[in-house]
Antibody, heavy 120, light 109 residues
Framework: QVQLVESGGGVVQPGRSLRLSCAASGFTLNSYAMHWVRQAPGKGLEWVAVISPDGSNKYYGDSVKGRFAISRDNSKNTLYLQMNSLRAEDTAVYFC?????????????WGQGTLVTVSS | QTVVTQEPSLTVSPGGTVTLTCASSTGTVTSGYYPNWFQQKPGQAPRALIYSTSNKHSWTPARFSGSLLGGKAALTLSGIQPEDEAEYYCLLYYGGAWVFGGGTRLTVV
């Protein structure tokens, strides 16, 4: 069955970088767009970024544009989120999500998330 | 700054029916916004319920249905069960960007 497992979270100082990974199994990653979504403690969901199946198209939320980079290695069945110039407001659980076969507009499976805490 | 608005909270009795709505600050929500709906329980990841306005995933209970209603996206729960108590989020597409609503906390009492 489909599994998405995020990793790479932890405590990081403001201004530093962190790279999250999302290991995919149970499906062929290179056939699907993938999203990152985050949720600050006690808050709602915020869309972060999306990448097309072949990695050629990427879009970002305004709050992370220019600081975060989404990428994928289909040969390793892994999605990434490179987070640079981290701020306290980036503290959140980060989820990766697979889209439905009908297009990148349609979310389907979610991982369990990895917590990123930005603090000095 | 695009804002997607949901009812902050709703309370419903078991067996009842409730409709949650999702409005866009840009105007009428249409099928071109590809509305998605998600359920999230405390300590869990979100679970997808509805995509593209009204399409259900294989695991979505029959009592959940999605529609467009009065210029908004809507999620209707019929024959509510105690396990439906959760936070519900809608998600709309804005041409290369996606925006979540603030969520509706549904209480079943």
């Amino acid at each position: 069955q489909v599994q998405l497992v995020e990793s790479g979270g932890g405590v990081v100082q403001p201004g530093r970088s962190l790279r999250l990974s999302c290991a995919a199994s149970g499906f062929t990653l290179n056939s699907y767009a993938m999203h990152w979504v985050r949720q600050a403690p006690g808050k709602g969901l915020e869309w972060v970024a999306v990448i097309s199946p072949d990695g050629s198209n990427k879009y970002y939320g305004d709050s992370v544009k220019g600081r975060f980079a989404i990428s994928r290695d289909n040969s390793k069945n892994t999605l990434y989120l490179q987070m640079n110039s981290l701020r306290a407001e980036d503290t959140a659980v980060y989820f990766c999500a697979k889209v439905h076969s009908s297009g990148w507009y349609h979310f389907e499976y979610w991982g369990q998330g990895t917590l990123v805490t930005v603090s000095s | 700054q695009t804002v997607v608005t949901q009812e902050p909270s709703l309370t419903v009795s078991p067996g009842g029916t409730v409709t949650l709505t999702c409005a866009s600050s840009t105007g009428t929500v249409t099928s071109g916004y590809y509305p998605n709906w998600f359920q999230q329980k405390p300590g869990q990841a979100p679970r997808a319920l509805i995509y593209s306005t009204s399409n259900k995933h294989s695991w979505t209970p029959a009592r959940f249905s999605g529609s467009l209603l009065g210029g908004k996206a809507a999620l209707t729960l019929s024959g509510i069960q105690p396990e439906d108590e959760a936070e519900y989020y809608c998600l709309l597409y804005y041409g290369g960007a996606w925006v979540f609503g603030g969520g509706t906390r549904l209480t079943v009492v």
